[in-house]
């Protein structure tokens, strides 16, 4: 990394001491940025690791990542990455049909369809298909009687949600040019916003289990603030970043997702910590005294790419670049990134050695839009 900024950010001080890189805190080598993310992916396809099946939630967040760092470099290992995991998949969603989750694989289907030159090389029908039925059949969690601790009674109950369907959801419209499809994702996105969203805080409960209940102990954290967990908001924003780029600039809810988008991405430069990297309980930083990489992954794709598309000030460039520096410092030398919080739903610790291939995705996602930074 070019030693021209004499300011350094000391890795120690959250614990990614692993590496021992000292970090300029304004200094982007892109040429660096893209062999880092390319270490990422070489490392991460010869570690293949899923939470129930190649085609869940977790592949399908790390192969988002492969995508958008295939459209901002076009170097031919992501696509052959994205290529081969699509046919070995046979090109199908995972089976749950009613959840979220396991139609996140198909963004990386979708984007392939739309890059590939040759005509019928992809196979998007077990996608429309899985959406129909998501969209248009009934289940529980539409009827509002699946009642459980977490209250699934709307079909995207938990924050997460956001990023899995959402993207696929406006990317399939934008392909088929069927824009029904638009409108019932925003009545769920709705029904998910109106539940889980803190309107004080302009963050998101990862479900009604830490929606702020008074004094519940169970929705607060020992300093009293809410349980606000990173990676959950840094789905939800990274998400958002995925739609408002495929989504219609006439989409009569635009400005709705803009203004969501703006005020989460304010709330988060206005909590990031002084190393860059947020901690995995966003109020509450003292609970696990370092960064996390999949949460802060996330967000500084979200904010890079408000800045790069005009909705976040240029200003907060240094900030932003910050993040970055501190995420590819948890980067070991074989390409794993490391301190990734493992498989979730609330703040927990993380370590140098924990990873997981949705950290990758989201270091991916980080770097497509850093190496877009003026």
């Known amino acids: 990394m070019k030693k021209t900024i004499l300011l350094l950010l000391a890795v120690t001080l959250y614990s990614c001491s692993v ?32 939470a129930i099946h190649p085609t869940d939630w977790t592949n399908g967040a790390y192969y988002t990542g492969v995508a958008r760092a295939h459209h901002t470099t076009r170097n031919m ?21 009613y959840h979220a989750d396991d139609v996140a694989i198909s963004y990386s289907y979708l984007y392939v369809s739309e890059n590939e030159k040759r005509r019928n090389f992809a196979d998007l029908e077990p996608t429309k298909n899985f959406l129909d039925a998501h969209l248009y059949e009934d289940n529980n969690w539409k009827a509002g009687t699946n009642i459980s601790k977490e209250d699934k009674t709307i079909l995207w109950w938990w924050c997460d949600a956001l990023f899995m369907a959402p993207p696929v959801i406006n990317l399939y419209a934008k392909q088929t040019e069927q824009p029904k499809y638009l409108d019932d994702m925003h009545k769920y996105y709705m029904e998910t916003y109106n539940r889980l969203y803190d309107k004080d ?68 430069l206005k909590i990031q910590p002084e190393d860059g990297l947020w901690r995995t309980s ?5 609970t696990y005294n370092h960064g996390e990489v999949s949460g802060s992954g996330f967000h500084t794709f979200a904010l890079a790419w408000g800045i790069n598309n005009g909705l976040v000030d240029k200003k907060h460039t240094v900030a932003v670049k ?53």
Request: hydrophobic residues 45%; neutral net charge; glycine residues 6%.
């Open 19 to 50: 590496t021992q890189k000292a970090v300029a805190v304004q200094s982007i080598d892109k040429a660096e940025v893209k062999a880092a993310m390319i270490k990422a992916l070489e490392w991460q396809e010869a570690h293949p690791i899923f």
């Open 77 to 97: 290992m992501y696509m052959a990455a994205l290529k081969n995991q699509a046919v070995a998949n046979n090109w199908q969603p995972f089976k749950r049909l």
């Open 201 to 268: 805080e302009n963050l998101f409960a990862r479900d009604m289990r830490y929606v702020w209940q008074g004094n519940a102990s169970d929705s607060k954290e020992p300093n009293g603030k809410k349980i606000f967990w990173s990676r959950g908001n840094g789905w939800v924003i990274g998400g958002l970043a995925l739609l408002l780029e495929d989504l219609p600039k006439d989409y009569k809810h635009r400005d709705f997702y803009v203004n969501l988008y703006k005020e989460m991405a304010s709330k988060l």
């Open 282 to 286: 966003l109020l509450s930083p003292e």
């Open 322 to 374: 910050k993040a970055w520096n501190a995420i590819v410092a948890c980067q070991h030398d074989d390409g794993r990134v490391g301190w990734v919080q493992n498989i979730g739903a609330f703040p927990e610790p993380a370590s140098a050695d924990s990873w997981q291939n949705f950290g990758t995705g989201a270091f991916l996602l980080a770097g497509s839009e850093i190496l877009k930074l003026d």
